[in-house]
């Protein structure tokens, strides 16, 4: 599975952005999709993650209320829509595919390029 992520961009404090994650390759609905991302210095942490059939939703809990998550699988495509952006969402923001939806980095088999948020105050 090759997956794409792209939206990022600048914004300011309290803003909104939509980020993508297109999936190519074998049967890529079949995954859970997750998001996580990377502050500058810091460790990759979980985001965001959506099962397979989409029915199924999971936040972090700095980003409970403001992200959410959803997929389109006639698309291949997995969407986190961010609002009330805040300075420390900035970050490169990755998405993965994994069997199931779980918070740890190793457990992805899958990831894409990233893509960089930046949130000025």
């Known amino acids: 599975v090759q997956l794409q992520a792209s939206g990022g961009g600048l914004v300011q404090a309290g803003g909104s952005l939509r980020l993508s994650c297109a999936a190519a390759g074998r049967a890529p609905s079949n995954y859970a999709i997750a998001w996580f991302r990377q502050a500058p210095g810091k460790e990759r942490e979980w985001v965001s993650g959506?099962?397979?059939?989409?029915?199924?939703?999971y936040y972090a809990d700095f980003v409970k209320g403001r992200f959410s998550i959803s997929r389109d699988n006639a698309k291949n495509t997995v969407y986190l829509q961010m609002n009330s952006l805040k300075p420390e969402d900035t970050g490169v923001y990755y998405c993965a595919a994994g069997n199931l939806v779980q918070s740890t980095v190793r457990n992805y088999l899958y990831w894409g390029q990233g893509t960089l948020v930046t949130v000025s105050s």
């Open positions: 959506i099962g397979g059939t989409g029915g199924v939703t």
